[in-house]
């Protein structure tokens, strides 16, 4: 046999067969994504809180300036009047284009609150000037400035406040349309509007309320123990800086329905109680449960900032001793007020 035939016969017991693909595609299974969908559902939810702690802290120190800027300017004011300024301004008996005194609040024109009268110190002088003053702040002549948004009246941690507040009356009836503030200033413990008085000199034991002439040197309990003004926010009810109107209502959201309304005044003012009205009394302190649309309230977790007679601005918690809370209300009833408030 050749050897060319040997080498044939060989190799015919040798099979060759063509290699097989490989069936992996390359990608994920479905076990796989879902493991990845879930890894990356837990880090998002761990994070979370953080990004929104975090926003929350740059919106309250945000708040915390404007409260400051407030500060400023109630000691401009007071530097240059020798008082601090009202919670608003009336003329005592009306007459004339300030109308009649509201039968049951005694409130007349011009109405022009807080806010407005520190525009000046607010770098807001030109805005102050486009103002009518020898009118009431409602009048048709004052209708467009008036509803001027301003950064430093409201609080970027507050929901509700593109829009202006609609001033409506007991009955409903749109009285005016104002521009919003988160910001409101303290009348102290009693709640002077409640009484059919043309001064509230003798009731109100805080330092800014209607027509009040406050100085420095009758806040005998100190102005760094002593509250000047605080948020609300309009979750709760709605709040200005630019005035009062006459006859006005001020009511809370639907969803605190059950706090009731109250009058004209707590467009602007607020109070702590406990009154001599109240039975059995009540002190509310800030984010209280009571949910008053005479009250501090704000959407911060756990309490409100409040700017002290000093400038200094602080965060008082919703579990702060209510006595305390009252104490700081109030700016001549001589309690001692610990410093870790």
């Known amino acids: 046999m050749s050897r060319y035939c040997a080498y044939r016969r060989y190799h015919k017991r040798f099979v060759f067969f063509p290699r097989r693909k490989s069936s992996a595609s390359g990608g994920f299974t479905l076990v796989e994504l879902l493991v990845v969908i879930t890894i990356i559902g837990i880090l998002i939810a761990l994070l979370l809180p953080a990004v929104q702690a975090a926003r929350e802290s740059a919106r309250r120190a945000q708040c915390i300036n404007n409260l400051r800027q407030i500060g400023l300017a109630f000691h401009h004011y007071h530097d240059a009047l020798e008082v601090f300024p009202p919670s608003y301004v009336i003329q005592p008996g009306g007459g004339g284009l300030n109308g009649s005194p509201h039968s049951s609040t005694r409130d007349a024109g011009p109405g022009w609150a807080w806010g407005a009268l520190l525009l000046p110190y607010l770098e807001q002088e030109p805005l102050y000037q486009s103002f009518d003053l020898s009118r009431p702040c409602w009048d048709a002549a004052n ?152 009250q501090m309230y704000a959407e911060h977790p756990g309490g409100c900032n409040v700017l002290l007679g000093d400038g200094s601005v602080h965060f008082i918690s919703e579990t702060i001793n209510h006595l305390t809370w009252a104490a700081m209300s109030s700016m001549n009833k001589g309690e001692i007020v610990e410093e870790s408030f």
């Not at 002439?213 to 100190?222: C, E, I, K, L, N």
């Open 143 to 294: 209708a467009r400035p008036v509803r001027t948004p301003l950064a430093v009246f409201l609080c970027p941690s507050a929901t509700g406040t593109d829009e202006p507040v609609e001033v409506l009356s007991e009955g409903g009836q749109p009285l005016a349309t104002f521009s919003r503030s988160c910001y409101v200033v303290n009348a102290g413990r009693e709640e002077p509007w409640i009484y059919s008085v043309d001064d509230w000199g003798g009731i109100a034991d805080g330092p800014i309320y209607r027509n009040s002439r406050t100085r420095a040197s009758t806040v005998t309990d100190g102005l760094s123990h002593t509250v000047f003004a605080g948020e609300h926010h309009p979750a709760l009810s709605d709040k200005t800086w630019v005035g009062v109107v006459p006859g006005a209502a001020v009511c809370p959201k639907p969803e605190f329905a059950f706090s009731g309304c109250d009058r004209a005044a707590t467009l602007v003012n607020v109070h702590s109680g406990p009154c001599h009205h109240d039975d059995p009394p009540a002190i509310h302190a800030p984010n209280s449960p009571m949910c008053a649309v005479c």
